[in-house]
């Protein structure tokens, strides 16, 4: 049985806290879709009460047009890439533009990692698409500079449920 969200709204907003070599880099605050799997899915990861969250992750890979995160941080302190909702099928497609956030690899629906897009991008639609950052894209800015060119000094140090 899958773990139920009890949400009244088909949006929500998160936060994320974001930091580089231990200094904080800022918040973002992100537009969840939680009538959307990957979004649902976004959603427990970064409220973090099933056991499994987004606090203490890393991101992985950066180019020019996007930002990725490929794992969660489990209970035990162990990374994974596993979804937690069987029911990941999507139907939402969109141009992917600057702030919004998919499924990572971009397109992918079997995973619990995210994308972030730091650019607009013109090649089509991509499937999957469950939020955008609404504040704090100058966090992202940083993040995509030449300023960190190893993704593994940049983690999520807080996350949750923005009221």
């Known amino acids: 049985m899958e773990p139920e969200l009890s949400l009244t709204s088909a949006t929500t907003t998160v936060f994320m806290d974001i930091a580089a070599r231990g200094e904080s880099l800022g918040r973002m605050y992100i537009k969840v879709f939680t009538n959307r799997p990957h979004g649902q899915q976004f959603l427990m990861l970064a409220r973090g009460t099933e056991g499994p969250t987004f606090k203490g992750a890393i991101f992985n890979y950066k180019e020019h047009d996007c930002i990725e995160l490929w794992h ?7 990374l994974s890439n596993a979804p937690l909702l069987t029911t990941l099928k999507e139907e939402h497609y969109e141009a992917p533009a600057r702030g919004m956030l998919f499924p990572c690899p971009l397109g992918s629906i079997d995973k619990a990692s995210f994308t972030i897009m730091t650019k ?20 992202i800015d940083i993040i995509a500079s030449d300023m960190y060119d190893d993704m593994n000094q940049i983690m999520i140090t807080d996350c949750g449920m923005y009221n």
Not at 125 to 132: D, I, K, R, S
């Open 72 to 78: 969660y941080v489990m209970e035990n302190g162990s």
């Open 120 to 139: 607009d991008w013109d090649l089509g639609l991509m499937p999957g698409y469950f939020g955008n950052i609404v504040e704090g894209m100058n966090v």
